[in-house]
């Protein structure tokens, strides 16, 4: 029997970090204050993050080493399992092979704790005794609980209060992991009283619990802030993904002709897709696909611009792909994906040429969610539906064609605490909205004016 | 950097099941017809049951090929990883070593799937267009759903009342997989009605459950009956855990000390022994033990008798540890191991002196699955603490002796789905009480007669 899944050892964790910064033909702009628009200086990071993490936010070394002490608890789970998709290929009757990188191994069950786990440790090292964040549908909320219960360090987290009571799940996995979870907005922050007194009956919104989280960062010595996507560093300790990959696909005898990940943040697209840029940028390179929701369309209509990375305006200014700080989108079961924004690394790399971006309306990713489980038996979270739906689309336009492709895409987490909307959608009860061109057009005109130069 | 994960690869798969009847040095009782007491005929198990299985269920050959097309489906998720548990043998300070065979990497997220997928694929064989079973907390349920997708069976599953309200996860995933799912007792059999009919609050039971699934199969003619524990077939197909751990233990240089399972119907726990019991009866194998719920002590203070498989005496009688058909364990969260029965040949394993058995609460239970999760990340089944628990213990007692043991363990099942009940436990809501011996002796009473000889 041929072995369809592709499994390395401990020691073939990555001993360093891919920075692409370090093979990007341009810089990425740097970040900008939100009161002023200026440029941050490390000492505007330094209330709420460590010093080595704010060097690797601005870092353009090529690699940056792994500490001994990272690998030893990535080890729990890592290296993730590459598998080829056979069952799927066979049930789409495609002459593609269709392989999938399965973060979803986790203890958190997503790509997350990949950097859960580094910012924990780096936090640990600077003499931090607690870190505050927020989370949308939990999955990064439960990755740094996870992360910091394994390095001693309180967590609090902020979570969006629609799921904090739509997801008692995720909720229970960071009380397991000793965190302390509140929904938001909160009584605990200046910003989340504020809200409250306005509009007690808020459903919250990620915007509003990273305000909460960065000001309790801020407000208190002892406590730093962590976020789970779109900065740099994040990205950059989510490339052991590629890295990882470059060695199964090895293993696997394979060249892989199209990588395809989904985004909301962008930081397991970017951990996937990061170490094959270069590759893209002369011309070698595989075909890069980002999979959006259609509801939230941050590289397929958004805009290149400065904006904040909250909702509020209290969070820095990145320049990225944004549909505008102040864009609401719809409630889609997907809530990883519900973000303004997009990896500034990411989103230059977008401009640049180097990828291509996809949407997807939510009944279209849960069909090819729904395929998956019913032919890999693994059950995939709402967000990693929309990498599901643009490999399956590569793989049938293969079949149209004859092409014998080699697609790989991230399975970017499980489905093991979503089975709600599963059953929506398995009931017919899932809707499909057109975005109109106003609703954006509205939002990106209350962009921030950034003084970068 | 030391690898911790022992990871073999799909032609590791075993190529045949060890049948254990062909080493003990007694047979198996017979089991015996519910109504007549007399021994079954190969005739009475055909409306339910495929020839086959039936086959097998007798059987007393050593070695039983697995078909091609099973190997190539468990090969979906098998071999599953051994995993040594550093991080918690560090939180211990034991000098033992411990290690897990993690069957929780299944889809369904236990080892059930790999009975389930062998008897879909012998029922596909015999023409069987439908498979009906029970179950309770959901774990044989889903995997079967999940076993009959992948051969395009239809599943009907009748899921024990309280659990199908409590865990509507389990009921999506079964869904997902295309499976129809009621709470039992149902409207759908003759004895689902009279129940109903005489207590319509009933919160239903596994022996139910049982019956209005063997109901099921034998009134209609595309149906069979499926059952995901206590049968020589179903423990048989578990075998495949014991012999990949062989393997696996070779690859660490590891002779195994100790080996522990958490003990309901029996299946995991025998699918991790049945390899080593040769060795055991020859004075040469490992400890073995059987680690229980005190309020379902089946080894600890149960019979070896003839007693009847459901709750209701519609199931055949089969000779086994029990705490009597009519006893009803008090409501603990590890809903697996609430069945008064043990399988047959793990019983008559027991009854030879070849294995230990102890009993825990729940709350001793719960305090090593939490202390395994904080450690080593991954969250186990409620019914899987049971065998932590056993397996803490013993390194503690090396702690105290300064043994340095080699002790396994079986990761029966992830607890994704049983996370209400961490909350409970971390809330301090859980209650452990003592069972009197009077309600043992009850349900003890009143064990039917079999006519075996």
């Known amino acids: 029997m041929q072995d369809h899944r592709f499994i390395l050892s401990s020691n073939d964790i990555p001993h360093a970090w891919y920075n692409i910064a370090a093979d990007l033909p341009e810089l990425v702009p740097p970040h900008c204050h939100p009161a002023t628009g200026k440029p941050l200086t490390p ?3 330094k209330p709420i993050f460590p010093d080595t993490l704010i060097a690797q936010e601005v ?13 030893e608890k990535l080890a729990i789970w890592r290296p993730s399992p590459l598998v080829r998709a056979v069952n799927l290929e066979k049930h789409l ?8 990188k399965n973060e979803g191994v986790s203890p958190a069950g997503s790509h997350k704790p990949n950097t859960a786990v580094a910012q924990a440790y780096y936090n640990k090292q600077a003499g931090i005794k607690r870190i505050a964040t927020e989370t ?20 609090k987290v902020y979570m969006v209060k629609v799921s904090y009571h739509q997801k008692p799940y995720r909720r229970s996995l960071m009380q397991l992991w000793n965190a302390s979870c509140v929904a938001s907005p909160s009584q605990d922050t200046k910003v989340g009283r504020e809200i409250l007194a306005k509009d007690p009956d808020t459903t919250g919104s990620l915007g509003i619990a990273i305000s909460e ?8 010595d002892d406590t730093n802030y962590a976020l789970g996507s779109v900065l740099n560093h994040v990205c950059l300790h989510q490339t052991i993904i590629g890295l990882e990959l470059k060695k199964q696909l090895a293993l696997a005898e394979e060249n892989v002709d199209v990588l395809i990940g989904c985004a909301g943040g962008g930081s397991n697209l970017a951990g996937l897709v990061f170490p094959y840029v270069k590759d893209v940028l002369d011309g070698r390179g595989p075909k890069l696909i980002a999979s959006e929701p259609t509801a939230c369309p941050t590289l397929t209509r958004g805009k290149y611009a400065y904006d904040f990375g909250d909702s509020v305006g209290m969070a820095p200014m990145a320049c990225m792909f944004t549909l505008g700080h102040s864009f609401v989108p719809s409630g889609i079961h997907a809530g ?16 640049l040429g180097a990828m291509e971006a996809r949407s997807y309306h939510q009944n279209a990713a849960f069909e090819a969610g729904v395929m998956f489980a019913r032919t890999e038996g693994i059950c995939p979270a709402p967000e990693t539906n929309h990498a599901i739906r643009a490999a399956i689309d590569e793989a049938l336009r293969c079949k149209e064609t004859g092409e014998e492709k080699c697609i790989v895409f991230n399975f970017s987490g499980h489905g093991h605490f979503d089975l709600y909307s599963y059953d929506k959608y398995l009931a017919g009860e899932l809707e499909d909205y057109d975005l109109p061109q106003a609703n954006i057009d509205k939002a990106l005109g209350e962009l921030p004016t950034a003084h970068a130069e």
Request: net charge negative; proline share 4%; glycine share 8%.
């Open 93 to 100: 009757k495609t002459p593609a092979r269709i392989y999938y």
């Open 43 to 45: 000492d505007d990071m």
């Open 336 to 351: 990883g994906l519900r973000y303004h924004g997009m990896a500034p690394t990411l989103s230059l790399m977008h401009k």
């Open 59 to 71: 870092s353009t070394e090529r690699w940056i080493e792994i500490p001994d002490e990272v690998r």
């Open 213 to 220: 989280a960065v000001e309790d960062a801020a407000s208190h």
């Open 136 to 155: 949308g549908a939990g999955q990064w909320g439960s990755s740094l609980a996870f992360a910091c219960d394994l390095f001693g360090i309180e967590c």
